[in-house]
């Protein structure tokens, strides 16, 4: 399923509406839906807060697939060019709450939480995979 989103943080209703209806659709678990959900808000967030610089209306294509039992998902956009998997800072874990610096843990969250992570930038295009096996629910 393909979807595509304008660079407006009032698209995430949307984005959390449409993967809703994917795992409805492919009877995803809804655990791994809402992995995806949290870990596609924060990048469609970061991608809106931070990848245009212009304050034109930008485009992010979202596509949603079933590869076997995994749920694979792959968000596109023409933003700057930034690897989530490489560029961000990894967040400080060990310092007290108060002494930390805002941000970073997204991404972490995104690492920990995926099976799989993949960026690539091609044709002008942040293009970050994701790949979650779609567990099955315990039956009754």
């Known amino acids: ?11 995430l209703e949307k984005l959390a509406a449409d993967l809703e209806a994917f795992g409805d659709e492919h ?25 245009f610089e212009d304050g034109a209306d ?7 697939s ?4 995994f749920v ?6 023409n933003g700057k ?10 967040p400080d874990l060990e310092s007290a709450i108060e002494e930390r610096e805002i941000g970073g843990l997204g991404i972490f969250f995104l ?17 970050l995979t994701m790949k979650k096996q779609n567990v099955s629910l315990p039956e009754d």
Do not use: W
């Open 1 to 11: 399923m393909h979807f595509t989103y304008h660079n407006d943080l009032s698209e």
């Open 27 to 51: 009877m995803v678990n809804p655990a791994i839906v809402h992995a995806f959900n949290l870990c596609l808000d924060e990048i469609l967030t970061n991608i809106i807060s931070y990848g």
């Open 58 to 64: 930008h485009r992010v294509d979202l596509e949603l």
């Open 66 to 69: 079933m590869e076997g039992e």
């Open 72 to 77: 694979v998902a792959t968000m596109t956009d």
């Open 81 to 90: 060019e930034f690897n989530p998997l490489t560029d961000a800072k990894d």
């Open 111 to 127: 690492k920990q939480m995926m099976d799989e992570l993949d960026y690539q930038y091609v044709d002008g295009r942040n293009q």
